[in-house]
Nanobody, 123 residues
Framework: QVQLVESGGGLVQAGGSLRLSCAASGLTRSTYAMGWFRQAPGEEREFVGVSRSSGGTYYADSVKGRFTISRDNAKTTVYLQMNSLKPEDTAVYYC?????????????????WGRGTQVTVSS
């Protein structure tokens, strides 16, 4: 059974940083693309970024240069380092796994999801 568990969310002031973690278990192989999405109240779930197991990352324009995705060597934990946070970054952040090791910004292309972690950025 695949499980993705996010952690690291919280309340931070604008301009601050947070690092989110996503611990994955039950994936039968390590060659999954791992993505991060977020959803603010009343909004659609939107793409934040994705990391390929084979290397490389791709980000939404809204977070490019501020957010960085990384993985541990065993590729069982994925991180989202968020710097220079803005109030508009406030959302529930979700980790997702995609069976194909390629980039996708569509939430429909991801097969497994975590339950999310709340990030609140105060002005």
């Amino acid at each position: 059974q695949v499980q993705l568990v996010e952690s690291g969310g919280g309340l931070v002031q604008a301009g601050g940083s947070l690092r989110l973690s996503c611990a994955a278990s039950g994936l039968t192989r390590s060659t999954y693309a791992m993505g991060w999405f977020r959803q603010a109240p009343g909004e659609e779930r939107e793409f934040v970024g994705v990391s390929r197991s084979s290397g490389g990352t791709y980000y939404a324009d809204s977070v490019k240069g501020r957010f960085t995705i990384s993985r541990d060597n065993a590729k069982t934990t994925v991180y989202l380092q968020m710097n220079s946070l803005k109030p508009e970054d406030t959302a529930v952040y979700y980790c997702a796994a995609r069976r194909y090791d390629s980039y996708s910004a569509s939430r429909y292309d991801y097969n497994y999801w975590g339950r999310g972690t709340q990030v609140t950025v105060s002005s």
